[in-house]
């Protein structure tokens, strides 16, 4: 499976909600992670089954209280919970004080997020920058997904964090434009900015900017939320994403390669020559 990093260069674009629905439509099992140092929103926003309130004890705190003997898939998911809905998630801390009892966890964390057997891993990130505590996550992840609007502070913003961030993570690089969906030029305009950067931005996404459809992610819904521009558009993201989650990247052949490198005849492992011991 995969770790999959939302976050934002500044403000608050909507990486929560973006992490929500995107979990909601997830094509394999998921966990979405509240990694925001700033403090969890889900716990306040969202509801367990039956209407319960979530345990904002059980989470990213009580996992780094528990996990510093190992962290496999069991222990991760001791600490999460689930949300109603079906969605399984991890709460982030309850205020920015509370990252300090994260010690040195960031970077284990981030790895075991992206070896997890059972499930993808949606981590929120929130805003995120060269000296961000949760830095690490984002370097661990296999794609790394920065959130933004159409506003001209939030692509100065997302642009300047790109340019820094690339030195710091060698992962498939993607970016969710939310935005009215009459706003197609808006959204082109953010697509030039990047094409003027020649970054490496793999993969562009226009999620719909749809109060409606982001009020059912925010416990005030009403109505048929599979009908909202927000699902309509989110349905073929989360789709498009899993499957680049899925895929092996240049490091994961490196890494294979290092293991069973070429002998001297030029076969490797995957030859028939090799299969047939010839």
Same mark, same amino acid.
């Given at each position: 499976?995969?770790?999959?990093?939302?976050?934002?260069? $500044?403000?608050?674009?909507?990486?929560?909600?973006?992490?929500l629905v995107l979990g909601a439509l997830w094509p394999r099992p998921v966990l979405l992670a509240e990694c925001d140092p700033a403090g969890s929103d889900v716990a306040i926003r969202m509801t367990a089954p039956g209407g319960q309130p979530l345990n904002s004890d059980?989470?990213?705190?009580?996992?780094?209280?528990?996990?510093?003997?190992?962290?496999g898939d069991d222990v991760i998911l001791a600490h999460s919970q689930q949300l109603d809905g079906g969605l399984d998630v991890m709460i982030g801390v309850r205020s920015a004080e509370q990252i300090g009892g994260m010690g040195g966890l960031w970077a284990p964390l981030g790895i075991s997020f992206n070896q997890m057997h059972s499930a993808d891993v949606l981590a929120d990130c929130g805003r995120i920058g060269p000296a961000s505590p949760q830095l690490p996550v984002v370097q661990a992840a296999r794609l790394?997904?920065?959130?933004?609007?159409?506003?001209?502070?939030?692509?100065?913003?997302?642009?300047?964090?790109?340019?820094?961030?690339?030195?710091?993570?060698?992962?498939?690089?993607g970016v969710i434009v939310v935005a009215d969906p009459k706003r197609?030029?808006?959204? $082109?305009?953010?697509?030039?900015?990047?094409?003027?950067?020649?970054m490496p931005i793999q993969h562009r996404w226009h999620l719909a900017y749809d109060p409606v459809g982001a009020a059912f992610f925010d416990g005030r819904g009403h109505g048929r939320l599979d009908r909202t521009p927000l699902i309509r558009s989110a349905t073929d993201i989360?789709?498009?994403m899993a499957a680049v989650a899925a895929r092996p990247t240049q490091r994961d052949f490196d890494m294979a390669q290092a293991?069973?490198?070429?002998?001297?005849?030029?076969?490797?492992?995957?030859?028939?020559?090799?299969?047939?011991?010839?």
């Open positions: 499976m995969a770790l999959v990093a939302l976050a934002s260069a $500044k403000g608050s674009p909507g990486v929560t909600t973006a992490g059980r989470g990213l705190i009580s996992l780094a209280a528990a996990g510093r003997k190992g962290l790394v997904v920065m959130v933004c609007t159409a506003t001209g502070s939030s692509v100065a913003h997302l642009r300047e964090r790109l340019a820094s961030l690339v030195h710091h993570v060698d992962a498939q690089l197609r030029d808006g959204v $082109k305009q953010v697509w030039s900015v990047l094409d003027a950067m020649s989360a789709a498009e293991a069973f490198p070429q002998s001297e005849s030029g076969y490797g492992p995957a030859t028939d020559e090799w299969r047939d011991g010839r």
